[in-house]
C-alpha cells in the first residue's frame, strides 16, 4: 500500500505557466481533497470530491480546477500560475466523511515566479 | 465561519517533560476534531479523532480532550521524547458541509 502519493515533489513555474498536481490513492477511498498551506498557516481546502465524476469548490477554489475520472486520482489543475499560488500542496483521502480520518499525500511544493 | 486556534505557536520542553497543547474554536457546532502531526517538508499524519459526543481519545502516550461548550481540545504529551519534535496541528469538522478548518499549529521541539 503506497497510501496516498503526489507528483512532483517541487516545481518552479513562471507567471502565466499552467501545471498539473498529479494525486493517485490505493486505498479505494471515495473521498478526496486538495489542501494548499502558506508559511505559518493552517491548511485551507481548494477543492474535494465525493467520488468519481463528482466535485465540489472548497475555501479557496479560484485559480484551480479539479477533474476526478477515477476513484483513483484527483489532479489539480494551475491555470495561468500567479505568485499568490506560490505554496505547498497536499492532496488527502478517505474512505467517507465526516467520520473517517483523512490521510495525506507527502505534499507539492510549488513556487511561482 | 469557524476559526481555529492554536497558541502557543512554538514550545520547547527537556526530554521527559510532560506537556500540553491547546487548541480552541469559535463555533462549538462540530462534527469531530482531529489532531495531526507534521515532520518538516512532510504530509500530515492523524494521530487521534474525537467524534462530537466522546470528551477523550488515548493512543499510547497521548491523550486529546474535547470540551465542544467551551470550544477548547487538548492534546497531552507524557514523558516527551526527541522523536515527537514536530509541528501538531488541530482540524475540525462542522456539523454541516464538508470542509475542515485547520489551525496554524504548535512547534514542539523536545531537547535531549
Known sequence: NAGVTQTPKFRILKIGQSMTLQCTQDMNHNYMYWYRQDPGMGLKLIY?????????????????????????????????????????????????????????????????? | KQEVTQIPAALSVPEGENLVLNCSFTDSAIYNLQWFRQDPGKGLTSLLLIQSSQREQTSGRLNASLDKSSGRSTLYIA???????????????????????????TSLTVIP
Open chain 2, 79 to 105: 514523558a516527551s521524547q526527541p522523536g515527537d519534535s514536530a509541528t501538531y496541528l488541530c482540524a475540525v469538522r462542522p456539523n454541516t458541509g464538508n470542509q475542515f478548518y485547520f489551525g496554524t499549529g
Open chain 1, 48 to 113: 474535494y470530491s465525493v467520488g468519481a465524476g463528482i466535485t465540489d469548490k472548497g475555501e479557496v477554489p479560484n485559480g484551480y480546477n479539479v477533474s476526478r475520472s477515477t476513484t483513483e486520482d484527483f489532479p489539480l489543475r494551475l491555470e495561468l500560475a500567479a505568485p499568490s499560488q506560490t505554496s505547498v500542496y497536499f492532496c488527502a483521502s478517505s474512505y467517507s466523511i465526516p467520520a473517517e480520518t483523512q490521510y495525506f499525500g507527502p505534499g507539492t511544493r510549488l513556487l511561482v515566479l
